[in-house]
Nanobody, 117 residues
Framework: QVRLVESGGGLVQPGGSLRLSCAAS????????MGWYRQPPGKQRETVAI???????SYDDSVKGRFTITRDGGANTVYLQMNSLKPEDTAVYYC???????????WGQGTQVTVSS
């Protein structure tokens, strides 16, 4: 059983910052790739940022230069620092983990981020 628990969402004004955290626990074996996805209202889930086991990162173009993904690999914990937030960043943000060996995917329950004045 693997569990991902997110925290850090909330309401913030445009231009503000938030930091999301996700802690994974349970039977996780070997290296993992972790990431953040989001689902804006009425839209499909989309990739925000991904970080590999060797800390390689990739970002959606819409968040490059504003968001930073980091991880504590030894603890399978991932963070998303979000700066210069825009109303279009409003979404439910989901944490994701996939094991490199076996490819087993796991999702968190989601945390709401609302950017509004």
């Amino acid at each position: 059983q693997v569990r991902l628990v997110e925290s850090g969402g909330g309401l913030v004004q445009p231009g503000g910052s938030l930091r999301l955290s996700c802690a994974a626990s349970g039977d996780i074996f070997g290296p993992t790739v972790m990431g953040w996805y989001r689902q804006p209202p009425g839209k499909q889930r989309e990739t925000v940022a991904i970080i590999g086991n060797a800390d390689s990162t990739s970002y959606d173009d819409s968040v490059k230069g504003r968001f930073t993904i980091t991880r504590d690999g030894g603890a399978n914990t991932v963070y998303l620092q979000m700066n210069s937030l825009k109303p279009e960043d409003t979404a439910v943000y989901y944490c994701h983990l996939v094991t490199v060996v076996g490819g087993s995917p796991y999702w968190g329950q989601g945390t709401q981020v609302t950017v509004s004045s």
